[in-house]
């Protein structure tokens, strides 16, 4: 999920503080206790708890618009360089150059006695 909706999880809850029980609700979460005071309910808070336990950022979208925070459907250029580029490149381009980067001629050490 991209964002989350207000109405996802419950009614405003006017008497939710999520300073609480000194702070019991936001431990863990110390460095984003301003994101996380703008909760207003329980179902909220868990919720951006969430969010930030797995590294995504809180977004908060209004209902039915979701689709305008999603990244860009086509992010066609590395599409085509992970599914094009990249196996050319590692079937085509990098045996031959293996191939020109090896020395042309190799001589035994017996074959190096003999023209000296």
């Known amino acids: ?56 950022a809180i977004v908060w979208c209004d209902q039915g618009y979701g689709w305008a925070y999603a990244p860009h459907p086509a992010q066609f250029f590395e599409i085509v360089v992970a599914g094009l580029i990249l196996p050319w490149l590692l079937l085509r381009v990098f ?5 020109w980067s090896r020395p042309r001629h190799r001589r035994s050490a017996a074959q190096l006695r003999e023209h000296s």
């Open 1 to 56: 999920m991209l964002c989350l909706y207000t109405s996802d999880y419950g009614p405003l809850d006017p008497s939710f503080d999520p300073f609480a029980g000194n702070g019991q609700l936001l431990k863990g979460f110390e460095g984003h206790v301003f994101q996380l005071a703008a909760a207003q309910n329980l179902g909220q808070l868990e919720a951006m708890k969430r969010k930030l336990a797995h590294g995504e």
């Open 95 to 99: 045996p031959r150059v293996q191939a």
